[in-house]
């Protein structure tokens, strides 16, 4: 199993929807990431969070410690959202300052 | 503040063949990661600079794979001979922040195909 598990893996939407993206890990972190790969391979990130809630512009990104899920929301999804979106943890337990990846999940989002 | 810098962006090479690919960090970062990421899947780290020195390399099969970051700045990855599996996105990252709960900068990644 995974310490990093998303879900869905692949995603499609039509303009306009709102969309959630799971993402739940098995380890004891210190901090939760989201990126966003473009096609072509380039990685942005979104957010680091380790508690509440972030948000910036139509992106809004939650976490739960006691349940270790995160969510990546998307309001008023526009095609050009369509990439990879992964999620990350730094494990509270590491010194070495590393990421935890997930597999990513897929987004298409549809005009 | 100028990003990672990768080159190249694309490569294509015959298995056998050997390939190097370079990162320039942002200026000041000290820590220098190396990933390899296979199609469908999150970013595997292969190696961790922290600045000219190797702090993890459990995951780079030495046998063919090697990388170096002199004066820690810059950093090369090499691979001798490639292998049709070695066909990937490889991404470089840096990062600035001691501690926990940092962030990493990526690069644009490397296109690796191996025939």
């Known amino acids: 199993k995974n310490e990093v598990e998303q879900s869905p893996q692949n995603l499609t939407a039509q303009e306009g929807e709102f969309i959630t993206i799971n993402c739940s890990y098995s380890?004891?972190?210190?901090?939760l990431h989201w990126l966003q790969q473009h096609p072509g391979g380039g990685i942005v990130s979104l957010f680091m969070?380790?508690?509440g809630k972030k948000k910036h512009g139509r992106l809004i990104a939650t976490i739960n410690i006691q349940e270790k899920h995160s969510s990546l929301h998307i309001t008023a999804s526009h095609p050009r959202d369509s990439a990879v979106y992964i999620c990350?943890?730094?494990?509270?337990?590491?010194?070495?300052?590393?990421?935890?990846f997930g597999s990513g999940t897929q987004l298409t989002v549809l005009p | 503040e100028a990003g990672v810098a990768q080159s190249p962006r694309y490569k294509i090479i015959e298995k056998r063949q050997s390939v190097a690919f370079w990162c320039n960090p942002i200026?000041?970062?000290?820590?220098l990661y190396w990933y390899q990421q296979i199609l469908g899947q999150g970013p595997k780290l292969l190696i961790q600079?922290?600045?000219?020195?190797?702090?993890?390399d459990s995951q780079l099969p030495k046998d063919r794979f090697s990388a170096e970051r002199l004066k820690g700045v810059d950093s090369t990855l090499k691979i001798q001979p490639a292998k049709l599996e070695d066909s990937a996105v490889y991404l470089c990252?840096?990062?600035?922040?001691?501690?926990?709960?940092?962030?990493?900068?990526f690069g644009p990644g490397t296109r690796l195909t191996v025939t």
């Open positions: 990252a840096s990062s600035p922040i001691k501690g926990q709960g940092y962030e990493q900068y």
């Open positions: 380890v004891g972190i210190s901090a």
């Open positions: 969070l380790s508690s």
């Open positions: 990350a943890v730094s494990l509270s337990s590491g010194s070495a300052r590393q990421l935890t």
């Open positions: 200026s000041g970062h000290a820590t």
């Open positions: 600079f922290q600045n000219n020195g190797v702090v993890d």
